[in-house]
C-alpha cells in the first residue's frame, strides 16, 4: 500500500467524490466543509440530482462535476453557467472523472453502477474511501488484484468494516480467529414474520438508528446489506468464510469486533453517524475531529445482543452461500437484489418478494467462470434481466 498524500507539503488535499449528492457524498461535504483550506475539491458526481450537484459545486468550487444521466447534460452546464467548474455526463464521463488527479476518492455511488469508476481510481494508485460495498461483491478479487498492481490504498467506510479495520492485526494474521459483523436488525427486528409481506417502502426506509440511501435502507430491513457485508468482509479481510459471524446488535453502538487466539476480542465503538468512519478514511493514518455526538454509555445503560434469525431474514442464508460458492454467485445475488429493491420501492413488490426474487434468480442463472471484468458484467446483466422478468412477466402480471 502506498501512502501518497499527495501535493507539495501543506498544499491541500485534491479529493474527488463520486456519488456526491447521496448520504454518504453529503456526510463526506460535511467533513469538507469543516476545514475548507485543507482540500481542494476535483471532481464532484451525481447520477440525476443536478439541482444539488450544482449546489455542492459552487460551494466548494469543485473543478468538474459529472452527472451520469447522459441527458442532463445540459441542465447542468445552464445550472453551473458562469461558475468556473467544467461540466460532462454520461457513464464513461463518470469513469473519466475518476481519472482526474487526486489523491483522495471517496466510492459513494450506490449498487455496481459504480464499479467501473471505483476500478478507474484505484487503477491509478489514488487512496479510495470504499463506501460502495457492491462492487466488491460483484468484482472483489478483481478489485483487490488491481489495488495490489496498482499499489492504491483502499481504505473501508462501512461502519462495520471501518471498525474492523481500526481492531485487526494485519502483522498477525494467524492470531485472529474470527471477525464478528454486528447487524442492528433494521426496522423489521421484532414484527410479526407473517406480518412482513405488508411492510411498505416509507416503513422499509425507516431504519431505527442510521440516516442512509433508500436502497441500503431496504437492504437493512432485509439484513440483504449484512449479507453483502459478509462477503465485503471476506475480500477485504483474509479470513475464511467461517470465520465471519453475524451478531445482532440493536442499538448499532458496537460497529465489530475481532477476535483473537487467546480470547480477547477488540472492538471499535462510537455513536451511529457515518461522518466517524468516513473522517477516519479521510486523515487515515491520522485522526481529525469530527461533530460526532460523543459516546455515553452510561446514558444507553444497555447494549443487547441476539443470534441472527435466517427464518425471519432468508438473506443472510442465501448471502453466506454466495460467499462460500465465490464466482458469478454473489455478482447474481448482487443483481438480483439491487432489481427487486428498486422493485419493492417502486411498489412493485411485495417486501418478502424481494429475497424472493433473489433466491429464484439464484436457482435459475448458469453459475459460468468470471476470469475477469468482462465476465462480471456479462453476469450483473443476466441476472437483473432474469429478476426484471420474474418480477414483470411477459403476461404482465407484476
Ligand atoms: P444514496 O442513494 O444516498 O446516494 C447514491 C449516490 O450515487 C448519489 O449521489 C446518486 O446520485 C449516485 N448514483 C445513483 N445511481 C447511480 C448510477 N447509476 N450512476 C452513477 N451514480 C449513481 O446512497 P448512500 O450514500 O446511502 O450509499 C452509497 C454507497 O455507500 C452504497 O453502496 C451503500 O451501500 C454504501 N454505504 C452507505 C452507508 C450510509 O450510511 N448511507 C453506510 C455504509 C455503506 P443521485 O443523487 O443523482 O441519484
Ligand atoms: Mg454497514
Redesign the pocket.
Known amino acids: 500500500m502506498s501512502l501518497s498524500f499527495g501535493g507539495a507539503e501543506g498544499a491541500p488535499r485534491r479529493l474527488s467524490i463520486l456519488?456526491?449528492?447521496?448520504?454518504?457524498?453529503c456526510s463526506t461535504l460535511d467533513l469538507v466543509a469543516r476545514d475548507p483550506e485543507a482540500y481542494d475539491v476535483e471532481v464532484l458526481?451525481?447520477?440525476?440530482?443536478v439541482d444539488?450537484l450544482a449546489e455542492q459545486a459552487r460551494n466548494v468550487e469543485a473543478k468538474l462535476a459529472v452527472v451520469?444521466d447522459e441527458s442532463l447534460y445540459k441542465d447542468l452546464k445552464d445550472s453551473l453557467w458562469g461558475s468556473g467548474t467544467e461540466v460532462a455526463a454520461g457513464t464513461s464521463a463518470?469513469v473519466e472523472a475518476a481519472t482526474r488527479p487526486s489523491e483522495w476518492v471517496m466510492a459513494?455511488?450506490?449498487?455496481a453502477?459504480?464499479l467501473a469508476p471505483t476500478l478507474a481510481a484505484v487503477r491509478r494508485g489514488a487512496v479510495v474511501a470504499l463506501?460502495?460495498?457492491?462492487c466488491l461483491v460483484c468484482a472483489g478479487e478483481l478489485m483487490l488484484d488491481e489495488v495490489r498492481d496498482s499499489e492504491a490504498t483502499l481504505l473501508p467506510?462501512?461502519?462495520e468494516h471501518n471498525a474492523i479495520f481500526q481492531v485487526f492485526d494485519f502483522e498477525r494474521l494467524e492470531r485472529v480467529e474470527r471477525i464478528v459483523l454486528t447487524a442492528s436488525g433494521g426496522p423489521f427486528l421484532n414484527t410479526d414474520v407473517a406480518e412482513l409481506s405488508q411492510v411498505t417502502p416509507e416503513q422499509a426506509v425507516a431504519h431505527p438508528n442510521?440516516d442512509?440511501?433508500?436502497?441500503?435502507s431496504v437492504d437493512s430491513a432485509t439484513m440483504m446489506n449484512k449479507g453483502l457485508e459478509m462477503i465485503e468482509a471476506h475480500h477485504l479481510f483474509p479470513v475464511a468464510p467461517h470465520q465471519i459471524e453475524v451478531l445482532m446488535h440493536p442499538q448499532s453502538v458496537i460497529h465489530s469486533m475481532v477476535g483473537y487466539v487467546d480470547g480477547s476480542v477488540l472492538a471499535q465503538l462510537g455513536e451511529p453517524d457515518?461522518r466517524t468512519p468516513i473522517a477516519y478514511t479521510l486523515a487515515w493514518p491520522d485522526r481529525i475531529a469530527t461533530p460526532s455526538a460523543r459516546l455515553d454509555l452510561a446514558r444507553i445503560g444497555t447494549l443487547t445482543f441476539q443470534s441472527p434469525d435466517e427464518v425471519r431474514f432468508p438473506a443472510l442464508r442465501l448471502a453466506r452461500e454466495a460467499m462460500e460458492a465465490g464466482g458469478a454467485a454473489p455478482i447474481i445475488l448482487n443483481g438480483a437484489n439491487e432489481v427487486a429493491v428498486a422493485a419493492f420501492l417502486e411498489r412493485r413488490i411485495g417486501f418478502t418478494d424481494i429475497i424472493a426474487t433473489v433466491e429464484a434468480t439464484l436457482s435459475a442463472m448458469p453459475r459460468i467462470a468470471i476470469n475477469g471484468l468482462d465476465d462480471v458484467l456479462v453476469v450483473d446483466r443476466e441476472s437483473r434481466r432474469i429478476a426484471g422478468a420474474m418480477i414483470s412477466p411477459p403476461s404482465g402480471r407484476a
Do not use: C, P
Request: net charge positive.
Open positions: 456519488g456526491a449528492t447521496g448520504s454518504i457524498g458526481t451525481a447520477f440525476r440530482s444539488a451520469g463518470l459513494g455511488i450506490v449498487g453502477a459504480g463506501a460502495n460495498k457492491e467506510v462501512d461502519s442510521w442512509m440511501g433508500a436502497k441500503i457515518m
